[in-house]
């Protein structure tokens, strides 16, 4: 039943700069395929960084390992019949004049029942995560 879930990252740190990333799966488990994100990153006001990912949904953080990160990622149920989901986030470094943005869709295979957290590489070392969700 539900229909919205919100991702934040508050003062999300990692050892390597990577990308904060967001699984989706089903009873059958995770689906690390088929996902359509699109990452861009900005320095006042060019891109340094852009992605495309298949494996998950993501924020693209190039700014580096020291850089802490501020923001969501909301996930949108957007047809119940498909199990379709679309989503979109921001986040900003804090400690840079940096900013993130995503938006993307993946489809499941059954009824949304779980997500998972991760990193592209290396491990979170601060901050905190919360995840929202209604119906």
Known sequence: GTKIITV?????????????????????GLETTGYTSHSTGF?????????????AAHLNNDAGATTVVDGWIIFTLQDSSTN?????????????????????????????????????????DAGAVNISYSG
Do not use: Y
């Open 84 to 124: 379709t989901w679309v989503w979109h986030g921001f986040a900003s470094a804090s400690s840079t004049a940096q900013w993130m943005t995503t938006m993307g869709v993946k489809s499941l295979s059954a009824e949304l029942t779980q997500l998972k957290i991760l990193l592209s590489a290396s491990t979170f």
């Open 43 to 55: 320095d006042g006001g060019s891109a340094f960084a852009s992605s495309q990912l298949t494996t």
């Open 8 to 28: 934040m990252f508050a003062g999300v740190s990692t050892a390597a700069g990577a990308d904060q990333q967001v699984q989706l799966g089903d009873s059958v």
